[in-house]
């Protein structure tokens, strides 16, 4: 093949296209050829509007109107506004619950399904099937088994004694359905990673612990759950992230209400924007909501890291 | 998939003899006792997926009745008549396809281009640039949705229409590069030996020939991890879809499927029935390449641990 390259110009025949070829071939032209497309789509939707929202957030801004400068009146507005408080506490009971409560279920499926016994892939496909289901259609499904006068959870409810509940429709309900459908839709997500993960637990370790003496709920203890620690960690991190995020089902199933009762960040901030065109207080509210992600998951980090046993 | 824990476990105590006759007379059960928790679990999973298939075939009146029909008279297919006759179900899932499957393609091209360079090349700006990427995947959406949103507005009137507010490409085009993807590639190439890519350099390979020739067949494992993951997020997105689209013809899956709930939200057969026609391509999808949706899953979890 090289001996064929004639039409290539040597280095000797270095002329302007020789000079051309080399800047066409170098680390810098490449390089920079390379990322060009990529980048510019970040930094046009992503970089710089990180940077515009947090301008926006100091201005009195709409759709439509001109913008000024108010300093930061949209903060002050933010701490005295009665929603927010109620949003702020929304969102972290939602979170308080909804992350336990998935990887607790995601843990406990994953450890039932850790073993080769008939039908397992039936099992297994059960729980990865609710990873296909997009949040609308998993909040529409829920909504309607939780519908007070025809749900089937009223039902059973009846079958069991229980009295009827409004569900949905309560202040003091509605909230916890929507951190039961979430659960259910992010069980096929826990059990995964935590499947992944127990797989690579050495079964040598787990031996070793039963001719030690240990009983399974000892070994699990002792030895299982210290090694899944890092995607306990991560599970922690990734869900609260989300939690902290929560809009589709409750824009579907209640839009905040009853009454605020699942009014949560998310919500409330896309309402301020695209219901009120409240530009600028939204983009505060947004940078409320950055600093909450951050705070939280840094605390996750800290904490986590005294609990997680990285084996490498 | 290694061995099981639990039967190991017991092996090993009756050989050494710590068995206690309840441990022997547990193994003596026909099968194991894991399917009585598994059962109701597999069962709880799946009751929504079952119910509202149910629901999607009753008639009207059995679905607004106390104590609920758990089996209906009649399978009322006209249910899945009706919902397409009101809601264009057929234009949300191409709609949805398109986006994903264009969004997914150029993510596998921009992001290997942009990765690879960041593996690879020294160039000026390197740094910084990559800097400025990852700083972007720390941000949520919401901080950056309501200039992505101007940003886009501005682009369908001054630039081209296509990719302006109420249009498809608008819902492609903010995420045709992910900062997420450019990282993963980027982390992926760098594991590779640069041998090859040396000398075919040595041959006289351009860098672009070294990219799609050598390293390309080595990277399908985390190209399909990518695809698989950038399909599910566009398949699924709804905050930004419910923002950038407002007219029927130019809806997504979810947002098409939110809308007709608005409209019909007592019409629980016909909701239903649009939910299944919604929910049926992507479990197809799903089950199809069941292995790589796992496997990137499982990966991005192992990968942050």
Known sequence: ?312 | MSATSAPARGDLRQRASHGSPATRRRRRLPFSPWHLVLIPATIALIFPFAWLLITSVETPSETLHFPPILIPHAIRLANYSDALASAPFVRFLVNSAVVAVVTVLCNLVLCTLAGYAFARFRFLGRTALFAVIMATLMVPFQVTMIPQFIITKWLGVHVLAGVGINHIGALILPNAATAFGIFFLRQFFRTLPIEYEESARVDGASRLTVLVRVVLPLATPALATLAALTFLDSWNNFLWPLIAVTSTNQMTLPLGLATFQGAHATEWNLLMAANVMSLVPMLAVFFIAQRYFIRSVAATGLAGT
């Open chain 1, 1 to 312: 093949m090289t001996a064929n390259t004639v039409a290539r110009p040597g280095p000797r025949q270095a002329g302007r296209a020789g000079l051309v070829r080399r800047a066409l071939d170098s680390e810098q032209f490449n390089g920079w050829a390379f990322v060009t497309p990529g980048v510019a789509v970040i930094l046009l939707f992503g970089a710089a509007p990180i940077v515009w929202s947090a301008v926006m957030s100091f201005q009195k801004s709409s759709l439509f109107g001109s913008s000024a400068f108010v300093g930061l009146a949209n903060y002050r507005k933010m701490a005295h506004d009665p929603v927010v408080a109620q949003a702020i506490q929304h969102t972290l009971i939602y979170t308080a619950l909804f992350v336990p409560g998935t990887m607790i279920v995601g843990l406990f499926l994953a450890v039932a399904m850790n073993r080769k016994i008939r039908g397992i892939s039936i099992y297994r496909t059960a729980a990865y099937a609710t990873m296909a289901i997009s949040t609308i259609s998993e909040a529409i499904v829920f909504i309607w088994l939780f519908d007070p006068s025809y749900g089937i959870v009223n039902y059973a409810f009846s079958k069991v004694g229980l009295p009827q509940q409004q569900f949905l429709n309560s202040p003091s309900e509605a909230l916890y359905v929507i951190v039961a459908m979430t659960i259910w839709g992010w069980t096929g997500f826990a059990v995964v990673v935590y499947l992944a993960a127990l797989q690579g637990v050495p079964q040598s370790l787990l031996e070793a612990a039963a001719i030690d003496g240990a009983g399974p709920w000892r070994t699990f203890r002792r030895v299982t759950l210290p090694l899944l620690s890092p995607a306990t960690l991560f599970l922690a991190v990734w869900l609260t992230i989300n939690a902290l995020q929560l809009f589709d089902e409750v824009y579907l199933s209640t839009q905040g209400g009853p009454l605020n009762a699942t009014t949560v960040l998310v919500y409330y901030l896309y309402n301020q924007a695209f219901e009120q065109f409240n530009f600028g207080y939204a983009s505060a509210i947004a940078y409320f909501l950055f600093l909450v992600i951050i705070v939280v998951t840094v605390i996750q980090f800290r904490v986590g890291r005294r609990f997680t046993y990285y084996r490498s």
